[in-house]
Each structure stands twice: as structure tokens, then as C-alpha cells.
């Protein structure tokens, strides 16, 4: 099992600009594995050594409609054109799709339809005919860079891929989504953790730049007609919360890579209505640490 506490062969604490495969490959802590310690360890463990399942497809759609939206606006078209190749509208189990498929694969290029393709440039339009989208991704800034830094609390290396680092200092995050709207968004953003994100990617610019950077955006937009969108800024007290629910997950994981335990639930009885457990268990019994 991999242990972030090792620092990662060939990197230095820094920010670069690489490939998102050479980022993948990284053996460090992201965010996306920190979030599995909201439930427990055992589920950090299962997950971390867990093969990893491809995408459906329709899941695979929708990625590379965000990224191909992503790469549009933070780069422009030049670069959108070389990452992509237009999915052909003949039967995928032609001879001639399949070598398309293979082309595609071997040049590192994500497949998308004409139709999705179309729709990156209506959201783009559609984006920045809003003021506040204008003023972020009309300006200059710093797209797609990668940030890989040791915690110093903990020891833990780690790493992040930032959508979009304004002049100023400000992070962005870009999310591509069915419903921008503040009801379902915010719920969605506590559900998938966007605010912890945003946290653990600002300790690591302040870790690597010597700053503090505390500024933190999400930006969102609808992948559906009319590409409505909005800027969300979380509060301080939530951006302060997520930092501290970083924090406790790092620190239970060195704890567990020191004992090689990796508890799971609490062996109780838990009330199904108030989520509370009915029953005492002995005070030294430290599973959850």
C-alpha cells in the first residue's frame, strides 16, 4: 500500500506544469483520497488499494465535456483542438471506429461528439457574457498548475491539480454542473466536498509560495442549455472548518500508518433516528483515534 510519507521519487516541493498523467502517477495525497476518510480508515485502506474501475460511459462523457470546457476557457481553442478528437458517428464495433478509438487513445486524445464539442463554445460564450466570469477568466492568471508540497504537521507528501490561480492570489475552481442554481449546488458542494478541496488546495499554495493564501472561488456552470452559471464564495467559517476536518483526516492517517490499524465503524448499537449510539464502549477504546 502506498505511504505518504514518502516523499515522491523525482519531485521537490513546488509548483509545475505537467500532463494530467504525469500528475496522476504521483504517489501523494490528494484530495480525492483524503475525502475517503469522512467515513473511516478501513474505507481509506479499501480504496487506496482497491483497483481502479474505468469510468462508464456516460460518466466518461461527462468528464471529458468538463475538461474539454475547462481547456477552452483557461486556454483557448488551439489547445482544446489538440486534445481533442471528434467522436464518428458510425457503429462502434466497425473496424474503423475501433482504429479511431486506438488513434485517439495512443495520441492521449479524449473523445468527444460534435454535439458536446458545439456545446463547449456556448458555455464559453454563454459564461462570459457574465461580468464576474469576465473579470476572473478574461484576465491573466495562471491556468492548470500543480502543486505538490510536504505537510509539515504530519509529514504527509502531497499533492494537488489547480483549475486556475488568478494574479492576485485568488484560487479558482471550476465545476461543470447539472444545476448551478445556490439550492442544488450548495447541497451538491457539502455532499462531494468541494469547500474541503478548496482548503486543502490553499494550505499547499501557502506551504509551497510561503504566503498565506486564503482567497477561494467555485466556479459553476450548467452543461445543459441555457449554460447559466455562478461564483460561489465559501464563508470563512466554512472555509475554517473544512480546514480543521483536513487536518483531524491527516492527522488519524498517520495514526494509522504508525499502528497499522485501520479501524472501521464502532462495534455499537446506533440509533437509526438520531444517529446516536445507544450504548457505552470502554473509554480506551481508540478505533476512531
Known amino acids: ?7 515522491p521519487k523525482g519531485y521537490e516541493p513546488g509548483i509545475y506544469e505537467m500532463p494530467f498523467e ?10 480525492s483520497k483524503l475525502k475517503e476518510l469522512r467515513r473511516t480508515p478501513a474505507h481509506f485502506k479499501a480504496a487506496l488499494e482497491a483497483p481502479e474501475k474505468p469510468p462508464t460511459a456516460v460518466q466518461q462523457k461527462a468528464f471529458n465535456k468538463g475538461t ?48 458536446d464539442y458545439q456545446a463547449c463554445f456556448k458555455m464559453l460564450d454563454a459564461s462570459l457574457k457574465k461580468y464576474q466570469w469576465k473579470k476572473i477568466f478574461a484576465s491573466a492568471g495562471h491556468p492548470h498548475r500543480i502543486l505538490i508540497w510536504k ?24 465545476k461543470t454542473t447539472a444545476d448551478a442554481g445556490f439550492w442544488f449546488f450548495s447541497r451538491n458542494a457539502r455532499r462531494l466536498g468541494y469547500v474541503n478541496q478548496g482548503a486543502f488546495y490553499l494550505s499547499g499554495l501557502t506551504a ?69 449510539y445507544e450504548q457505552e464502549y470502554e473509554e480506551d477504546f481508540d478505533s476512531n483515534f
Open 68 to 115: 474539454a470546457f475547462d481547456t477552452l476557457l483557461l486556454r483557448g481553442k488551439p489547445h482544446l483542438d489538440a486534445q481533442v478528437a471528434i467522436d464518428l458517428e458510425i457503429n462502434k464495433n466497425k473496424k474503423e471506429y475501433k482504429e479511431f478509438k486506438a488513434e485517439a487513445e495512443a495520441a492521449g486524445k479524449m473523445i468527444l461528439s460534435q454535439e
Open 208 to 276: 509551497v509560495t510561503g504566503y498565506y493564501h486564503s482567497d477561494f472561488l467555485i466556479a459553476a456552470i450548467e452543461v445543459d442549455p441555457p449554460y447559466e452559471s455562478h461564483i460561489f464564495r465559501p464563508s470563512a467559517q466554512q472555509m475554517y472548518e473544512a480546514e480543521d476536518q483536513n487536518k483531524e483526516r491527516m492527522r488519524t492517517l498517520v495514526t494509522c500508518y504508525n499502528r497499522d490499524e485501520w479501524p472501521g465503524y464502532l462495534d455499537c448499537i446506533i440509533d437509526l433516528d438520531s444517529g446516536q
Open 151 to 174: 505537510d509539515e504537521a504530519t509529514g504527509l507528501w502531497c499533492k494537488a491539480e489547480l483549475d486556475f490561480l488568478t494574479e492576485d492570489g485568488t484560487l479558482v475552481d471550476l
Open 22 to 31: 504525469q500528475y496522476r502517477a504521483i504517489p501523494a495525497l490528494n484530495s
Open 1 to 7: 500500500m502506498i505511504d505518504f510519507r514518502d516523499k
